[in-house]
């Protein structure tokens, strides 16, 4: 029961109350309105000037200049050695795994609640018999007087 109690009070404290305090607007309407008056009436003019066409000799880019340079690419074998050194470099990530995981230590323990409350219940209300086991109980216990 005090674990019960206990878990009541822990769920409790994580709760955040000031979430219900939050103040959403109503809508957006009045800042759409805003923005709206805000917005020009005539579209601005452009400027042609900005706009004007390419030179022949420039409309042609070396290809080499357009073509990224990547490092070449080697082809590696797998021979037995390789084989091994992969297999090595993948246990040795594996234990490094496994020794993080376990480096939280008492941190990362739990208790079950339900696995808790499950033995109370078992703790409180011993096993009960079916109405068989007990009528063959009665009869043997009748054969062991007689």
């Not at 206990?6 to 309105?33: C, G, M, W, Y």
């Not at 590696?76 to 050194?85: S, V």
Request: proline residues 8%; charged residues 25%.
């Amino acid at each position: 029961m005090l674990s019960l109690l206990a878990l009541a009070i822990t769920v409790r404290a994580q709760v955040d109350e000031n979430r219900k305090h939050v103040h959403i607007p109503d809508s957006t309407k009045d800042d759409f309105e805003e923005w709206l008056r805000n917005e020009p009436i005539k579209p601005e003019v452009h400027d042609s000037s900005a706009i004007s066409p390419i030179e022949p000799s420039m409309m042609r880019a070396d290809p080499s200049k357009i073509k990224p340079k990547h490092p070449p690419i080697s082809i590696n074998i797998m021979t037995p050695e390789l084989r091994t050194d992969m297999q090595l470099a993948y246990q040795s990530h594996w234990l490094e795994e496994q020794r993080k995981a376990q480096q939280g230590g008492a941190m990362t323990i739990g208790v079950n609640p339900l696995s808790l409350i499950a033995i109370v219940i078992h703790k409180l209300f011993p096993k009960r018999k079916s109405k068989k086991q007990r009528q063959r109980e009665k009869l043997q216990q009748i054969l062991d007087n007689y």
